[in-house]
């Protein structure tokens, strides 16, 4: 019985309830001491019966006065110096004035102007037959080395164009494109996506070997592959195998949605090895590599391919990057992030194509978007879209300054997943049944936003 | 250059609201929430703090009167000013209690209502005053052009006549900003608002409401017969610009909804610390780099959660940025307080589902979050007030064009 009672006393008014709803994390620092005497004080009848309520109040707010500046003084944080080591040229990371701004920098806009003239005059116009053929048009491809896109993320000193850690610029620049076309876009990120990956965790003799080749004339076709045909896939954990073989290792496995993998002349690959995923460089010649188109719902201008790898021998130096796992889980971070912009930007086209389309299209005798109903379908993608892109802009920015950003980029890409898809959807059923056929582009964007949240790799900022 | 983070300047104001919400507000949370009307006398030790805190200059110039826009000179630099240290201060204190934050003495909405639409002389004037806001009235509550309370000039006084409702903290206040109609013939434009002092003998409170939540904070209602008011105490100009229309009333609202944005993102980050901590003493860790579909249906209920809430925070951030920065933030102002109201609710609601009957049980504050969120929703402009608002502003039509 005392059991019982004991039991329930600290149910019911014992350990959570003292706790006033805190999560075991919090702690008081020095301040929060002093606050919680204060609430103590505040509480205590004895200033009230003295008459001291006043002169207590104004002791306090002169105490605070004084107390509270110098707080402020103390918490001043001091930029941190930064020390060069390790292989391989790196992009340094962004500098930071630790204002919250949501203006591009100057050369971030010039870029993305660049780009959004590309997406608008050359992505949008060429997007619905290359999604019938499946192929990104050479002339496409051709104009997206002009604008530079394969050397984007690559650093200077290595031939490239940026000077400092270009997850930022990335972002901007792939929503540019998404607005375009998602399928085209991916097509065209594709080499720069393994440059960029290059540039990251290349080691000088890997960035010696290949990056010439890409910031040269004749860029060549490269896919990063991580995804593969398996139900309830978890990237992190790859059915693909890399055992190790003499000097070097021997790969076995699948991957699939491989944005033009026919073409490619390089691939990274994400293969287990030793139970930690691990990046491997396979160029296309490789003996046990063979390639199989593999036509999905959406962004099929990408020209996704199944990838098979039987007994695929590559020499030690394969390696890109780490083995413990972290070059992997980075590496499959900003692909996600990636992803995220290209449905930030799809989604701002469908938002600027029902605005247009809503206010044209008469039904009862006036245009549609005078209803609520198709209004307020409208403001939910408006507001959903500019959630997926601050979500993401967080996370790029804070990849952009080197900082953690593995939570940051998981909440975005669970936003760019469900509210693109809920954009698409909506998109679709704004113009009705003339959403469902190919005259107008929103069909295509409904099936390329199903790709959000579901491929992994393809692309990286 | 783009940067979502809290600024630097403004962590160590953060960092003192959250010690001032955890160490003084929770533990009077369940208190004021059972015992509804009372006056929370612990709020006055707090308000003689804040106003220590707004002398220091350490608080950034945060706190209801933080919403004025600054008309000095632009020399084009990004700035991260008052309007965005008070959301994060506001988003801080209802982490602690928003029916005790609504509560805080001298940080009325009226306050906002001053500070969005006084001239300097009456800024002055009604500094240090505690002013609660009076809009809406028994048969007007969104449609808040059709007030029927009227203000007639009799000599330098205006006579005010009506009945309004739901006045936030108008029993315990110094004032009320009343809305008030000079000529109904003249719709919008004609509306004003008034200060009126405690004491005026044609002001009286009628009866304070019993609610759901935010019981903390008292909401009265208040009738004004034949209520003389100095014809100085009109906020902003007397003069009925038809073409100007609404915008000078409705203005305060750019400015107020971000801090109820910041309320409901407040209350919900309250839920959302809690049920992480509970789920994770049940076992359950979120994994950010695994896909939601392969993690338990509750962590893949909490991403999605945690995700929204970030969206939430970001927009009333946005909001306030754009203030600072004197940019029109009309259609964003509206977005986070949609998003918001509604994350909000989902939020708190979804964390007591979670936590179960531990979270439905006032043993926890879990279930009095859930019921706090619920006005976030409502006041200053309901959910659907706001997708009416953001839609005419994204397809560019007028109020008898999208009604």
Same mark, same amino acid.
């Given at each position: 019985?005392?059991?019982?009672?004991?039991?329930?006393?600290?149910?019911?008014?014992?350990?959570?309830?003292?706790?006033?709803?805190?999560?075991?994390?919090?702690?008081?620092?020095?301040?929060?001491?002093?606050?919680?005497?204060?609430?103590?004080?505040?509480?205590?009848?004895?200033?009230?019966?003295?008459?001291?309520?006043?002169?207590?109040?104004?002791?306090?707010?002169?105490?605070?006065?004084?107390?509270?500046?110098?707080?402020?003084?103390?918490?001043?944080?001091?930029?941190?110096?930064?020390?060069?080591?390790?292989?391989?040229?790196?992009?340094?990371?962004?500098?930071?004035?630790?204002?919250?701004?949501?203006?591009?920098?100057?050369?971030?806009?010039?870029?993305?102007?660049?780009?959004?003239?590309?997406?608008?005059?050359?992505?949008?116009?060429?997007?619905?037959?290359?999604?019938?053929?499946?192929?990104?048009?050479?002339?496409?491809?051709?104009?997206?080395?002009?604008?530079?896109?394969?050397?984007?993320?690559?650093?200077?000193?290595?031939?490239?164009?940026?000077?400092?850690?270009?997850?930022?610029?990335?972002?901007?620049?792939?929503?540019?494109?998404?607005?375009?076309?998602?399928?085209?876009?991916?097509?065209?990120?594709?080499?720069?996506?393994?440059?960029?990956?290059?540039?990251?965790?290349?080691?000088?003799?890997?960035?010696?070997?290949?990056?010439?080749?890409?910031?040269?004339?004749?860029?060549?076709?490269?896919?990063?592959?991580?995804?593969?045909?398996?139900?309830?896939?978890?990237?992190?954990?790859?059915?693909?195998?890399?055992?190790?073989?003499?000097?070097?290792?021997?790969?076995?496995?699948?991957?699939?949605?491989?944005?033009?993998?026919?073409?490619?002349?390089?691939?990274?690959?994400?293969?287990?090895?030793?139970?930690?995923?691990?990046?491997?460089?396979?160029?296309?010649?490789?003996?046990?590599?063979?390639?199989?188109?593999?036509?999905?719902?959406?962004?099929?201008?990408?020209?996704?391919?199944?990838?098979?790898?039987?007994?695929?021998?590559?020499?030690?130096?394969?390696?890109?990057?780490?083995?413990?796992?972290?070059?992997?889980?980075?590496?499959?971070?900003?692909?996600?992030?990636?992803?995220?912009?290209?449905?930030?930007?799809?989604?701002?086209?469908?938002?600027?194509?029902?605005?247009?389309?809503?206010?044209?299209?008469?039904?009862?005798?006036?245009?549609?978007?005078?209803?609520?109903?198709?209004?307020?379908?409208?403001?939910?993608?408006?507001?959903?879209?500019?959630?997926?892109?601050?979500?993401?802009?967080?996370?790029?920015?804070?990849?952009?300054?080197?900082?953690?950003?593995?939570?940051?980029?998981?909440?975005?890409?669970?936003?760019?997943?469900?509210?693109?898809?809920?954009?698409?959807?909506?998109?679709?059923?704004?113009?009705?049944?003339?959403?469902?056929?190919?005259?107008?582009?929103?069909?295509?964007?409904?099936?390329?936003?199903?790709?959000?949240?579901?491929?992994?790799?393809?692309?990286?900022? | 250059?783009?940067?979502?983070?809290?600024?630097?300047?403004?962590?160590?104001?953060?960092?003192?609201?959250?010690?001032?919400?955890?160490?003084?507000?929770?533990?009077?949370?369940?208190?004021?929430?059972?015992?509804?009307?009372?006056?929370?006398?612990?709020?006055?030790?707090?308000?003689?703090?804040?106003?220590?805190?707004?002398?220091?200059?350490?608080?950034?110039?945060?706190?209801?009167?933080?919403?004025?826009?600054?008309?000095?000179?632009?020399?084009?630099?990004?700035?991260?000013?008052?309007?965005?240290?008070?959301?994060?201060?506001?988003?801080?204190?209802?982490?602690?209690?928003?029916?005790?934050?609504?509560?805080?003495?001298?940080?009325?909405?009226?306050?906002?209502?001053?500070?969005?639409?006084?001239?300097?002389?009456?800024?002055?004037?009604?500094?240090?005053?505690?002013?609660?806001? #009076?809009?809406?009235?028994?048969?007007?509550?969104?449609?808040?052009?059709?007030?029927?309370?009227?203000?007639?000039?009799?000599?330098?006084?205006?006579?005010?006549?009506?009945?309004?409702?739901?006045?936030?903290?108008?029993?315990?206040?110094?004032?009320?900003?009343?809305?008030?109609?000079?000529?109904?013939?003249?719709?919008?434009?004609?509306?004003?608002?008034?200060?009126?002092?405690?004491?005026?003998?044609?002001?009286?409170?009628?009866?304070?409401?019993?609610?759901?939540?935010?019981?903390?904070?008292?909401?009265?209602?208040?009738?004004?017969?034949?209520?003389?008011?100095?014809?100085?105490?009109?906020?902003?100009?007397?003069?009925?610009?038809?073409?100007?229309?609404? #915008?000078?009333?409705?203005?305060?609202?750019?400015?107020?909804?971000?801090?109820?944005?910041?309320? #409901?993102?407040?209350?919900?980050?309250?839920?959302?610390?809690?049920?992480?901590?509970?789920?994770?003493?049940?076992?359950?860790?979120?994994?950010?780099?695994?896909?939601?579909?392969?993690?338990?249906?509750?962590?893949?209920?909490?991403?999605?959660?945690?995700?929204?809430?970030?969206?939430?925070?970001?927009?009333?951030?946005? #909001?306030?940025?754009?203030?600072?920065?004197?940019?029109?933030?009309?259609?964003?102002?509206?977005?986070?307080?949609?998003?918001?109201?509604?994350?909000?609710?989902?939020?708190?609601?979804?964390?007591?589902?979670?936590?179960?009957?531990?979270?439905?049980?006032?043993?926890?504050?879990?279930?009095?979050?859930?019921?706090?969120?619920?006005?976030?929703?409502?006041?200053?402009?309901?959910?659907?007030?706001?997708?009416?608002?953001?839609?005419?502003?994204?397809?560019?039509?007028?109020?008898?064009?999208?009604?």
């Amino acid at each position: 019985m005392s059991l019982i009672n004991d039991t329930f006393k600290r149910g019911s008014a014992g350990a959570s309830s003292s706790r006033h709803g805190l999560a075991s994390g919090e702690s008081r620092d020095a301040i929060g001491y002093a606050i919680a005497g204060l609430q103590k004080l505040a509480q205590n009848e004895l200033i009230d019966r003295l008459g001291l309520r006043k002169q207590t109040e104004q002791l306090v707010f002169t105490a605070t006065r004084n107390g509270f500046k110098t707080a402020t003084v103390a918490g001043r944080q001091f930029g941190k110096v930064q020390r060069k080591s390790g292989p391989g040229k790196r992009p340094a990371t962004a500098n930071r004035s630790g204002l919250f701004d949501l203006t591009p920098t100057e050369d971030e806009q010039m870029l993305v102007d660049v780009v959004t003239d590309y997406a608008t005059e050359v992505l949008r116009p060429a997007a619905a037959e290359a999604n019938e053929t499946c192929v990104a048009p050479a002339e496409v491809l051709a104009a997206s080395l002009e604008i530079g896109l394969p050397i984007l993320g690559v650093p200077e000193e290595l031939g490239g164009i940026t000077e400092e850690r270009s997850a930022m610029a990335g972002t901007l620049v792939a929503e540019a494109l998404g607005q375009g076309d998602m399928g085209l876009a991916l097509a065209a990120l594709s080499p720069g996506t393994v440059a960029t990956a290059l540039g990251l965790w290349g080691t000088a003799s890997q960035q010696e070997t290949y990056l010439p080749a890409f910031t040269g004339d004749d860029v060549p076709v490269a896919a990063l592959a991580l995804t593969e045909p398996t139900v309830l896939f978890d990237v992190l954990n790859p059915t693909t195998t890399a055992t190790r073989s003499g000097d070097g290792y021997v790969l076995d496995g699948v991957k699939s949605s491989v944005v033009r993998g026919a073409d490619s002349e390089l691939f990274i690959i994400g293969a287990m090895l030793d139970g930690s995923p691990t990046l491997f460089l396979v160029e296309s010649g490789a003996e046990g590599l063979s390639v199989e188109a593999d036509p999905s719902m959406g962004v099929r201008a990408a020209s996704l391919a199944k990838l098979v790898l039987s007994g695929v021998q590559v020499p030690a130096e394969a390696v890109l990057g780490e083995t413990d796992g972290s070059t992997y889980t980075e590496c499959v971070r900003l692909s996600r992030l990636a992803w995220c912009a290209l449905a930030v930007g799809t989604g701002q086209a469908v938002l600027d194509y029902v605005t247009k389309y809503v206010n044209e299209r008469e039904a009862f005798g006036e245009p549609i978007s005078h209803r609520q109903a198709v209004a307020f379908m409208v403001s939910n993608i408006a507001i959903e879209l500019q959630s997926m892109r601050l979500v993401t802009y967080k996370a790029a920015s804070r990849a952009a300054a080197g900082k953690d950003f593995s939570r940051e980029v998981a909440l975005a890409r669970q936003l760019c997943g469900s509210k693109g898809m809920q954009i698409g959807l909506d998109g679709v059923q704004l113009l009705g049944g003339h959403g469902f056929v190919k005259e107008h582009p929103v069909e295509r964007w409904y099936r390329d936003l199903r790709a959000v949240g579901i491929l992994e790799g393809s692309v990286l900022v | 250059m783009i940067n979502l983070e809290t600024p630097k300047k403004h962590r160590v104001l953060v960092d003192q609201a959250h010690q001032v919400a955890m160490n003084m507000l929770r533990p009077i949370s369940r208190k004021y929430d059972q015992a509804e009307h009372e006056y929370p006398k612990e709020l006055d030790m707090l308000a003689a703090m804040i106003d220590g805190l707004s002398d220091s200059g350490s608080n950034e110039g945060a706190g209801a009167t933080g919403v004025r826009r600054d008309e000095s000179a632009d020399d084009g630099s990004v700035k991260n000013g008052a309007n965005l240290a008070s959301v994060l201060s506001i988003a801080e204190m209802c982490w602690g209690d928003t029916g005790l934050l609504l509560s805080m003495p001298r940080q009325g909405l009226g306050n906002s209502a001053i500070a969005s639409v006084a001239n300097d002389e009456q800024l002055k004037r009604f500094e240090g005053t505690w002013a609660a806001m #009076a809009i809406t009235e028994p048969s007007t509550g969104s449609d808040s052009a059709s007030i029927t309370t009227t203000a007639r000039l009799d000599g330098d006084e205006y006579v005010l006549n009506g009945e309004k409702i739901f006045v936030t903290s108008g029993d315990r206040a110094d004032s009320v900003v009343v809305w008030a109609t000079l000529d109904k013939a003249l719709g919008r434009a004609a509306i004003k608002s008034f200060v009126v002092k405690k004491g005026n003998p044609g002001m009286k409170v009628e009866r304070l409401e019993h609610k759901l939540g935010i019981r903390a904070s008292d909401t009265a209602v208040i009738t004004f017969t034949d209520c003389r008011v100095p014809a100085s105490d009109l906020l902003g100009s007397p003069e009925v610009d038809v073409k100007q229309g609404f #915008a000078g009333a409705m203005a305060t609202f750019d400015n107020t909804r971000p801090l109820v944005a910041a309320m #409901a993102v407040g209350c919900a980050r309250a839920s959302l610390d809690l049920t992480r901590d509970l789920l994770a003493q049940a076992g359950i860790v979120v994994d950010y780099d695994r896909p939601a579909q392969v993690q338990s249906a509750a962590a893949a209920k909490f991403l999605q959660m945690e995700a929204d809430w970030e969206a939430a925070h970001l927009l009333t951030m946005q #909001a306030a940025w754009m203030a600072d920065n004197r940019k029109p933030n009309s259609l964003e102002a509206s977005m986070a307080k949609a998003k918001a109201g509604r994350v909000g609710s989902d939020i708190t609601l979804s964390c007591v589902e979670l936590a179960g009957s531990v979270g439905y049980s006032e043993a926890e504050l879990l279930e009095k979050w859930s019921r706090d969120s619920k006005i976030l929703d409502i006041f200053e402009g309901t959910q659907q007030i706001q997708l009416l608002i953001i839609a005419r502003r994204i397809l560019g039509l007028t109020s008898a064009e999208l009604r």
